[in-house]
């Protein structure tokens, strides 16, 4: 027994300590970031960053007080029309590496190699990797680069490079020709002293021809040989709008490259001057159109021709736009290829979820892809592929050969080699990251979501759907298409595409130290998993839950809104003696349990309610399995050893002390006995007791003054759980009061 007792006493004194403990840790649950932040400090007291509302009202993860970054790698520069092109390679000094708060890195220029003022401030590269951009300059100047954090903590400069000027633009030597423009009269050469094509730009010499010798409106398109008019044979700013007849100049009479903006006065090219009826991209030298050269009011789509502005027609930041998204809502069906039985057209349905149409895709669709769509492959950021479809027509043969394949198709360096997941040439085995095998049924849309990141030499296929997860492409990927099987395969349903999206999702991990003011859109992050570390012991919160993990994954803590029992709690855990333990805090009450109990009643807890009427209660149970009676709770003053500490213990099924002690093992009351005669032992029967207990001990006490004299004696006979016999003997015949007590154990 005394064995049974140090056991259970250390356990108490386990607990109470874990109960000391417990109450010493912070009360989240009770907590909330009320219009405020929670403040990030690191070992020596610096604020480093603050997660919530920040000073200029927006909610962001803010980095402040970092170290300085690295300095970067010197640029190289090299001379273009009207600048100088800047390259960075995504270099730090002494080989460092890109730093966690990386946030761009910014571009100086400067006529003077010293950068006396600083320098001029032109733009940034803003990702790690480095890049080109073009800057400005009429002439020579010198370049260098200086790194900036998340916390804006910028780096010293790099090495200067330069100097480097713009590309002259050197006019060749203009050779007097047989007939000099001092020689004709303004308008002496018309049309018709001229045969058709018998004047060509090799019987001309530069520079020979200029407007005064041409009569308005008589040098039209068909005199011109395709190709034969070039930049250079056009004195700047010599031709306006006056001087083209509406239609006669179009992309076929142009050399690719030959109208530059300089050919141009300003404004001179107005909507109202000419109709232009196709202007191909590839007769228009890049960066060489601005707006200065011309004033273009009511330019729509029909003026150009499809496809002839690529990509890298337009600025650096709209083909980053491009590159990072594809958003196909069902309106560009005539624009995808496939090779199946099937058709794909774009239909108008009044349920559209984006836009007014949607893709219909009727029979089997296989293969169906963008050829117009080659988006470049970058390893180093994730990828969220999405299509947004049903089925509203079944199968002739229900649940059969009407499967869905939703992903990208890899393709080769050169654009046009496919790139399967093991590497072979073939549109099939491609990468079905959002739906792979889907078995589609009729009803409403479900939107298919996958995500791709980097690259691997032998990739794993299946869906994706975790982005912290993402899937591999292989290795010899290059770009990346669209790409759907739809009723696979063979079959004869109908199913309907509302939208297909590829987008950049992230550039890198998210972390605290790389989020860039305004990625966050609103005031709310949703369906992300943010964690102090990728591995190992750490803090993340996804989903509902807040929760902290050793190096294995095993949860050690965490902060629930529910704990199964509509309640918001803090719960801990623990392994000891061979079995888990848990502690919970919540509103009002602290619990214990062990793993796997199914019943509040099997808990042990210190509890808190309000009874009403200003009275409040604190319950202390130490739980049992239903139906068993209430198991003990030890209490003792640690002392010393366990054995010798002194102890209170509780083992009842109730112990009440409401201003008075009373126990079940205990019974007490009193009886007025008369004596038969004097000196004769008189008794009384006590019944009706429940004393708790298996022995039972009773004690007597007569009230009197004259005990030993009047009252010679008292003493109890037949004691039992349920009465006993109270004995008086007097000297005289008095009625006399006797108080008695039971006491089981």
């Not at 009429?138 to 400069?157: H, I, M, N, Q, Y």
């Not at 759980?721 to 109270?726: D, F, K, R």
Request: net charge negative.
């Amino acid at each position: 027994m005394a064995d049974t007792l140090a056991v259970l006493a250390g356990r108490i004194a386990t607990l109470e300590r874990l109960v000391r403990d417990l109450s010493r840790t912070s009360r989240l649950a009770n907590s909330s970031i009320e219009n405020g932040a929670i403040t990030v400090y690191d070992d020596g007291g610096d604020l480093r960053g603050s997660i919530g509302l920040q000073p200029d009202g927006t909610l962001a993860v803010a980095a402040v007080n970092g170290p300085p970054p690295p300095v970067p790698g010197a640029p190289t520069i090299t001379s273009v029309l009207g600048g100088v092109a800047v390259a960075w390679d995504g270099s730090f000094a002494g080989g460092a590496p890109a730093p966690a708060d990386f946030a761009y890195v910014e571009v100086h220029s400067s006529t003077d190699p010293e950068f006396p003022d600083g320098g001029s401030l032109f733009s940034a590269f803003y990702s790690a990797q480095g890049g080109t951009m073009t800057v400005p300059a009429a002439v020579p100047v010198w370049v260098r680069l200086v790194s900036v954090s998340t916390s804006g903590v910028v780096s010293d400069p790099s090495p200067v490079a330069g100097p480097a000027g713009p590309t002259p633009v050197v006019a060749q030597a203009v050779l007097n020709g047989i007939i000099s423009e001092l020689a004709l009269a303004d308008d002496a050469v018309t049309r018709a002293k001229i045969a058709a094509a018998a004047v060509g730009k090799t019987e001309l010499a530069d520079g020979s021809i200029t407007t005064p010798k041409l009569v308005v409106g008589e040098l039209n398109g068909d005199r011109l040989a395709v190709g034969t008019m070039a930049a250079e044979v056009l004195i700047a700013a010599s031709i306006t709008a006056a001087q083209i007849k509406a239609l006669s100049l179009t992309g076929d009479l142009m050399a690719v490259n030959t109208l530059t903006a300089d050919k141009f006065v300003a404004g001179t090219i107005t909507a109202a001057s000419g109709v232009i009826s196709s202007i191909d991209a590839s007769k228009i030298v890049v960066g060489t159109f601005d707006a200065s050269k011309a004033t273009i009011k009511n330019l729509d789509a029909s003026a150009l021709n499809a496809g002839t502005i690529n990509v890298d027609r337009l600025s650096v930041g709209l083909q980053g736009q491009v590159g990072q998204k594809f958003y196909d809502f069902g309106d560009q069906a005539s624009k995808w290829s496939e090779s199946g039985s099937g058709s794909m057209t774009t239909v108008a349905v009044a349920d559209a979820q984006s836009g007014s149409s949607v893709m219909r895709c009727v029979g089997y669709i296989a293969a169906g892809y963008r050829p117009d769509v080659k988006i470049p492959f970058d390893p180093g950021v994730t990828y969220r592929v999405s299509a947004r479809v049903r089925q509203t027509v079944a199968n002739s043969t229900p649940g059969t050969n009407q499967k869905l394949y939703a992903g990208v198709a890899g393709l080769a360096a050169d654009g046009v080699t496919w790139v399967n997941i093991t590497g072979a040439n073939s549109s099939s085995s491609q990468f079905f990251v959002a739906a792979n095998a889907h078995d589609l049924t009729t009803g409403g849309w479900v939107t298919y979501t996958g995500y791709i990141k980097g690259t691997s030499a032998a990739p794993v296929g299946g869906v994706k759907p975790n982005a912290n997860a993402p899937g591999q492409l292989h290795a010899n990927v290059r770009y990346i298409t669209p790409i759907v099987f739809v009723n696979y395969t063979g079959g004869s349903g109908t199913a309907e595409i509302d939208m297909f999206a590829i987008e950049v999702v992230e550039m890198g991990a998210l972390t605290a130290s790389n989020i860039v003011a305004g990625a966050i859109d609103g005031q709310v992050i949703t369906g992300a998993t943010v964690q102090t570390a990728k591995s190992g012991a750490r803090l993340a919160l996804s989903g509902n839950r807040f929760f902290a993990t050793d190096a294995t994954g095993k949860v050690l803590a965490e902060i629930v809104p529910d704990d199964g029992n509509g309640r918001s709690a803090y719960f801990t855990y623990d392994s000891r003696f061979g079995v888990d333990y848990y502690g919970a805090l919540t509103a009002g009450d602290v619990r214990f349990g062990i793993s796997g109990q199914t019943s509040l009643q099997e808990e042990a807890g210190v509890l808190y309610s309000f009874l009403g009427g200003g009275l409040y209660e604190l319950l202390l149970s130490s739980g049992s399995d239903l139906g068993n009676s209430a198991a003990e709770i030890n209490l003792y003053s640690e002392t010393g050893p366990v054995t010798a500490d002194s102890e209170i213990v509780l083992s009842a099924d109730k112990i009440t002390a409401p201003g008075r002690l009373t126990a079940g093992n205990m019974a007490f009351g009193s009886v007025n006995i008369t004596p038969s005669a004097a000196n004769a032992p008189t008794s009384f029967t006590v019944s009706g007791l429940h004393v708790a207990g298996s022995t039972f001990r009773a004690f007597v006490t007569a009230n009197t003054t004259v005990p030993g004299t009047s009252v010679t004696g008292v003493g109890a006979t037949s004691v039992t759980a349920t009465g006993l016999t109270v004995w008086l003997t007097r000297s005289t015949t008095v009625t006399t009061t006797v108080f008695w007590m039971v006491v089981g154990s």
